[in-house]
T-cell receptor, first 115, second 112 residues
């Protein structure tokens, strides 16, 4: 069974600084997708970034980048130049490439941005 | 022009009642989902439909019945509501089964 672990229930970062959120996962599959979702107080789940397991290059979306370590089954999210609007719950998620397409979520990390 | 919309946003009801949550997506996606987020913020899949056909049905009580009248809609009907059903329910959609999922704003259900 796939499991996703986020070991940091809460993190804080100073505005304009950089923060890294950790995520590890367990799977026996070789092909899969990994995602980071952001959930602000509005509750909406917003896709931040995604990574295909077959790609060696780490995904990047503006100030958001990932460090994907397939052998270690690690998928951390780096937020650069943190902004107040980045404050939210961040969820790491896993999905198989074939078959059942549902997302398996971690328990989330609450990020606070300090002005 | 919201991509994935849910109604209502908030739902407060008594134990034993029957209620429905509606979901609509205007993205032209083929696949839709229902997730449940409990009080500890844990998100878990409930159902997934592709082209109006059920493809995932996790261990969910029979009191929960999804209905997909067309590809753009996936409604969730809940019978005989229980206290433990209180949660935030998220609808999501993806263009194809393996595509990235886009979530609706969530419906906070409170059962008294």
């Amino acid at each position: 069974a796939q499991t996703v672990t986020q070991s940091q229930p809460e993190m804080s970062v100073q505005e304009a600084e950089t923060v890294t959120l950790s995520c590890t996962y367990d799977t026996s599959e070789s092909d899969y997708y990994l995602f980071w979702y952001k959930q602000p107080p509005s509750r909406q789940m917003i896709l931040v970034i995604r990574q295909e397991a077959y790609k060696q290059q780490n995904a990047t979306e503006n100030r958001f980048s990932v460090n994907f370590q397939k052998a270690a089954k690690s998928f951390s999210l780096k937020i650069s130049d943190s902004q107040l609007g980045d404050a939210a719950m961040y969820f790491c998620a896993y999905r198989r490439e074939t078959g059942a397409n549902n997302l398996f979520f971690g328990t989330g990390t609450r990020l606070t941005v300090i002005p | 022009d919201t991509a994935v919309s849910q109604t209502p946003k908030y739902l407060v009801t008594q134990m034993g009642n029957d209620k429905s949550i509606k979901c609509e997506q205007n993205l032209g996606h083929d696949t839709m989902y229902w997730y449940k987020q409990d009080s500890k913020k844990f998100l878990k899949i409930m159902f997934s439909y592709n082209n109006k056909e059920l493809i995932i049905n996790e261990t969910v009580p029979n009191r929960f019945s999804p209905k997909s009248p067309d590809k753009a809609h996936l409604n969730l009907h809940i019978n005989s509501l229980e206290l433990g059903d209180s949660a935030v329910y998220f609808c999501a959609s993806s263009q194809v089964i393996q595509g990235p999922q886009y979530f609706g704003p969530g419906t906070r259900l409170t059962v008294l």
